[in-house]
């Protein structure tokens, strides 16, 4: 038997009640537990996050090379186009510039506190032609 039995994801913020309905509304989940400096929810599919508040919390900036990374979400959609007029509005950016020919793989958006994700195609289930 495993000893942990689950992990939560939890991003810092100034103001963790906007960032939880920010993907609360992106993921179709629910709030399920808060405190004063902590909001967790879970999504439709059942991934956990949680927002944790700092005053003194900086996003990250990249893709510029002066600062790390910090965390970086990934999330898997069947409609990329779709799935991005969603994130801008509910309030997220595109942080990734393109070429504007054709579909793409994955796209790189920051969420309204600064924190980057990428939403990635699902992998084709379909059999191979050919």
Do not use: N, S
């Given at each position: 038997m495993a000893l942990v039995k689950a992990?939560?994801?939890v991003l810092d913020c100034a103001e963790p009640?906007?960032?939880a309905d920010f993907y609360k509304e992106l993921l179709e989940g629910e709030q399920t537990d808060a405190s004063a400096n902590l909001v967790e929810i879970r999504g439709a599919?059942?991934?956990r996050l949680a927002f944790r508040r700092d005053v003194n919390a900086t996003p990250p900036s990249w893709p510029r090379p002066e600062n790390s990374?910090?965390?970086?979400l990934d999330f898997l959609?069947?409609?990329l186009d779709e799935a991005e007029r969603r994130v801008v509005g509910l309030g997220?950016?595109?942080?990734?510039a393109r070429d504007a020919a054709g579909p793409y793989e994955e796209r790189g958006y920051s969420d309204p506190a600064g924190h980057s994700f990428t939403?990635?195609?699902l992998p084709s289930r379909a059999p191979k032609q050919g």
């Open positions: 992990g939560v994801l009640e906007k960032l599919d059942g991934v990374l910090q965390v970086h959609v069947e409609d997220g950016r595109p942080i990734e939403l990635r195609m």
